[in-house]
């Protein structure tokens, strides 16, 4: 039943979109080193992101606002060089894709320069020019909608989304029209569990859900919450994998990998 768990070859794009054709579970986690991606592949995790929470649980900073490309760069070469089965995705960090040159520049830098194999970037409808031009470069994209921590400043803190009609109606199209603009991949943040699962069955595109329920196609955490070693809050969708087994870190990652492909996790207390 989880053939995608024992793997020889790179997790491509084409990979997970059977593995949602199939209804298996994608297994995303992030990472911003090589001895922890070193781990993840190990233990069978499908998709690594480097994500921009690495200005948050690795810089000590209050928000992802600070991260440049260059700290994007940096992390990425390093997980690159700790795994290589694991689709490597790659966060564009706040304002790198202000204007289509610089999102286009910054995009190649996380390629060439970080290794990473598609790039992550926040927004709906305002950002399908820039989806349809790393489309046209060959530049896989995965899309973000939901709760967008770039734009904590501007929305005044972290809270779930999609939770009215009109919302969510909205997130729809916007997960509609990334698709159809070329994204490959969609992450779900901090939205109602009913908003995930209508959106995942909307869509061709696998979705990876983070407090999104756990019909998405699949998970994303961050790596620090499910050890248990995050500064600070703990968002409410996360949950402490190293707890209640005798495994350490290889037995947390193996635990996570296990709960999201049987579908165990995410469970009510994750979800909105
Ligand atoms: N450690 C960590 N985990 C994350 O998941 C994460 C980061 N850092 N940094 C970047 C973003 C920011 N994220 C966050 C941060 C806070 C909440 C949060 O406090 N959420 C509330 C929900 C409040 C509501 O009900 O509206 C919660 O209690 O979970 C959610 C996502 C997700 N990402
Ligand atoms: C939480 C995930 C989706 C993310 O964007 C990050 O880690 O930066
Ligand atoms: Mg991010």
């Given at each position: 039943m989880y053939t995608e768990a024992i793997r020889s070859k790179p997790v491509t794009v084409a990979t997970l979109r059977r593995m949602k054709a199939n209804g298996e579970k994608i297994v995303v986690l992030t990472a911003y080193d090589a001895s922890f991606a070193g781990l993840m592949e190990a233990a069978g995790v499908d998709v690594i992101l480097v994500g921009d929470s690495l200005g948050m649980v690795?810089?000590?900073?209050?928000?992802?606002?600070?991260?440049s490309v260059d700290d994007m760069v940096y992390h990425c070469s390093m997980v690159a060089r700790g795994s290589h089965l694991p689709l490597l995705i790659a966060d564009l960090p706040f304002?790198?894709?202000?204007t289509l040159d610089q999102g286009l520049r910054n995009a190649a830098r996380l390629m060439q320069e970080g290794g990473a194999r598609m790039v992550k970037l926040e927004g709906g409808s305002e950002v399908l020019g820039f989806v349809r031009a790393l489309c046209h470069n060959g530049v896989p994209v995965c899309a973000h909608l939901g709760l967008l921590p770039q734009s904590v400043h501007k929305v005044g803190g972290y809270r779930v989304q999609g939770r009215d009609e009109v919302s969510a109606r909205r997130m729809l199209d916007d997960a509609l029209a990334l698709q159809d603009a070329g994204a490959d991949l969609l992450v779900l943040e901090c939205i109602p569990a009913e908003l995930g699962t209508r959106i995942s069955e909307a869509l061709e595109i696998p979705t990876i859900g983070i407090g999104a329920g756990v019909d998405c196609d699949g998970q994303v955490l961050v790596v620090y919450d499910i050890l248990d070693i995050t500064l600070g809050h703990r968002p409410k969708?996360?949950?402490?994998?190293?707890?209640?087994?005798?495994?350490?870190v290889r037995g947390a990652l193996e635990a996570y990998v296990r709960a999201v492909r049987q579908g165990e996790f995410p469970a009510p207390e994750h979800s909105f």
């Open positions: 690795v810089q000590g900073r209050d928000s992802t606002v600070p991260v304002m790198s894709y202000a969708f996360s949950r402490n994998f190293i707890a209640g087994q005798e495994g350490g």
